[in-house]
């Protein structure tokens, strides 16, 4: 893992202490929070509960830059056991193209909304550096940047893609902003994964946390009322 720069200053986070019972490796699962996830690493603070240094995670970021994807990773962790990053970025300004940051390899791809893109840098980070003993994870810190320019359609099409990179025994995080959008959108989503974490400000500065198996796999519509 690459060294922090001087530059990087760490963001206060709003964190998880635990998670609810049902959050599992070998699970599909959409972080829902109120806000951007990125912004309090939802994503990462999930995952930071199953991968350790055996591991490999590949991680599409919509919000930040690959840098600030780094150093955020670097602070979830801290000096705990962090799996191997394949990042995609889809926000910095260059080209289509593999570059290292420190020992992560990056894919840099236009557009978040070029899904074809997307996949195809995931893809190739599935094959590049997945070590021999630990799984693979796959984490989208935010689908809702995706979303603003695509149908939600097409983005359950690459979800349906995606989903399979990780390893039997990883886990797979989508993460979006609930508030961001409407009840079909995020009805739609729900039918993609086999639970919903659901992340809420609560009263006291901390989170509210609560998982529920999936409508589109498990239970019937009621489970999705909030």
């Known amino acids: 893992m690459s060294e922090k720069s001087s530059s990087t200053s760490e963001k206060p986070l709003k964190h998880i202490d635990s998670l609810p019972q049902g959050v599992t490796t070998g699970s599909t ?5 109120s806000g951007d996830p990125s912004r309090n690493a939802f994503g990462f603070q999930t995952l930071s509960r199953f991968g350790d240094s055996n591991d490999r995670a590949l991680v599409v970021t919509t919000t ?7 150093a955020t990773a670097e602070q979830v962790y801290a ?39 997307l996949v195809l840098a995931l893809t190739e980070l599935s094959t590049d550096g997945t070590p021999v003993d630990g799984a693979r994870h796959l984490l989208v810190r935010s689908l809702t940047p995706i979303l603003d320019s695509i149908s939600t359609e097409q983005v ?5 893609q995606i989903s399979g ?16 959008h409407d ?3 995020i009805e739609s989503l729900v039918e993609q994964v086999d639970g919903v974490l659901w992340i809420a400000p609560s009263p006291n500065g901390t989170v509210d946390i609560e998982y529920r198996p999936a409508t589109g796999r498990f239970t019937d519509n009621s489970s999705l009322d909030r």
């Open 156 to 160: 359950c099409s690459m979800l349906q």
């Open 183 to 185: 009840e079909p959108t």
């Open 165 to 180: 990179l990780r390893t039997e025994s990883g886990i797979t995080l989508f993460g979006i902003d609930y508030t961001a």
């Open 79 to 117: 000096a705990g056991d962090q799996p191997s990053l394949g990042l995609v970025d889809t926000v910095s300004k260059q080209q289509s193209l593999v570059a290292p940051t420190g020992t992560v390899p990056i894919v840099f791809t236009p557009s978040s909304s070029d899904l074809e893109r």
């Open 29 to 33: 699962i959409l972080v829902a929070s």
């Open 64 to 70: 930040e830059s690959a840098d600030e994807t780094v």
